[in-house]
């Protein structure tokens, strides 16, 4: 029998791979004013997330949960969609949190095998690994 697990791992990080560069807002660069650099990602999540000391957090409102709906149908490869619906969820005490815990954290398996990788991935599967598994 052939063992095809590196195979498919290989597949599964070429699939990743833009995907691993974004940030947990959907951006693969950041530039100052006068400049602007926004993804179609990125245009929905900025409205429903706040940055407060360096992090990065979703204000958990009917708003921000549509908009990760949105992003998980635009891009359902993108894992801090389903990382942020889960998240809020929970502190809502809505009980379908764990599906989008879970989605994420087989996303950010893999991205966080991938060189190059932004390092929110690195963040978000060690807050789902501590806080939520």
Not at 42 to 52: A, F, G
Not at 81 to 110: E, F, P, Q, R
Not at 122 to 131: P, S, W, Y
Request: with cysteine.
């Amino acid at each position: 029998k052939i063992d095809n697990s590196n195979t498919v791992k290989l597949k599964e990080q070429l699939d990743y791979s833009n995907i691993a560069k974004l940030n947990a807002v959907g951006l693969d660069f950041i530039v100052s004013p006068p400049l602007r650099h926004e993804t179609p990602i990125s245009t929905i999540l900025k409205p429903v997330m706040l940055i407060e000391n360096d992090l990065i957090k979703a204000n958990c409102s009917q708003a921000a949960f549509k908009a990760f709906e949105q992003v998980i149908k635009l891009e359902p490869m993108f894992p801090f969609s389903y990382y942020y619906a889960g998240t809020c969820l929970k502190k809502m005490g809505v009980s379908d949190w764990k599906s989008y815990i879970d989605s994420a954290h087989k996303i950010l398996v893999i991205t966080t095998e991938i060189a190059g990788h932004n390092i929110n991935h690195d963040q978000a599967l060690k807050d789902i690994l501590e806080n939520y598994k």
